[in-house]
């Protein structure tokens, strides 16, 4: 991240920018940086300027306690205003809903979009499974053990013990414990799991709701309901992606929206 701005509460963003054209800023999920969007942002940038930053309690910006979701929706609001005022804006699973919240807002962009935001309303068991993830996740950051919350999450998004064992051994894993005290930065975004349906019908901004084919049936299923709760929402299945889309699919739909004459 070769540029830094401020926040309104004192917290400093670090954010780099690549391409020309509409600008798009890309908010990432959990367990990721802004890094983890440059892919995606190297195949907008052949036709937007797409922006990348690492959300508060990430990378190399930094972290104001406590934590509230209004903070980072005012993180939104600078990178905005840092970018020119002009943008539109895309999130990836949780940080989906943390642009939904933005926009619900009245964050001032051109249009908006999000892949797979992971609402549990069509999951079996769904509100149940994340108070329990809620519960012991509090219990493991609280307790400093960056690990166990990052099994926790690992567990969440469906990964087998085995994996799971296997990940703990892989250089990777130093990073994902930095990271692990912003799970619990998501795990607010998400409230409690459940579609936020009054919220989503005070949206005025179009939105573009993606899923992939490959993804759970559950998935879709909140992903079609995030584009029938917003006005002027809009639902698009990818086939044969998951949640881990690749940005090569990806890129060329986002393109395509943020490009579009209103």
Do not use: N
Request: charged share 25%.
């Amino acid at each position: 991240m070769d540029k830094k701005t401020t926040s309104r509460d004192g917290t400093a963003l670090a954010y780099a920018m690549t391409g020309r054209g509409p600008t798009v800023i890309l908010v990432c999920g959990a367990m990721s940086t802004g890094g983890t969007m440059a892919p995606l942002a190297e195949r907008l940038a052949e036709r937007c300027t797409a922006v990348v930053y690492d959300r508060r309690g990430r990378g190399a910006s930094g972290d104001t306690a406590p934590y509230a979701v209004a903070r980072e929706v005012e993180d939104l609001a600078t990178l905005l205003d840092a970018v020119g005022g002009d943008a539109a804006v895309f999130g990836v699973s949780s940080g989906g809903a943390l642009v939904l919240e933005a926009v619900a807002s009245g964050l001032p962009v051109r249009r908006a979009a999000v892949y797979e935001v992971p609402y549990a309303d069509a999951l079996e068991g769904g509100a149940e499974r994340e108070a329990v993830y809620k519960e012991r996740l509090t219990e493991a950051l609280s307790a400093g053990r960056r690990g166990d919350a990052v099994e926790l999450f690992l567990r969440l998004t469906g990964l087998g013990e085995e994996v799971i064992r296997g990940a703990r051994q892989s250089p990777m894993w130093a990073g994902m414990e930095a990271v692990a005290p912003s799970l619990a930065h998501d795990d607010t975004v998400m409230g409690d799991g459940l579609l936020p349906r009054d919220r989503l019908t005070t949206i005025s901004v179009p939105v573009l709701s993606v899923a992939g084919g490959a993804s759970p049936r559950w998935m879709r299923d909140a992903a079609r309901a995030v584009a029938d709760f917003v006005p002027e929402g809009t639902y698009r299945v990818l086939e044969g992606q998951t949640h881990m889309v690749e940005p090569e699919v990806l890129g060329p739909v986002l393109a395509d929206y943020f490009t579009a004459r209103p």
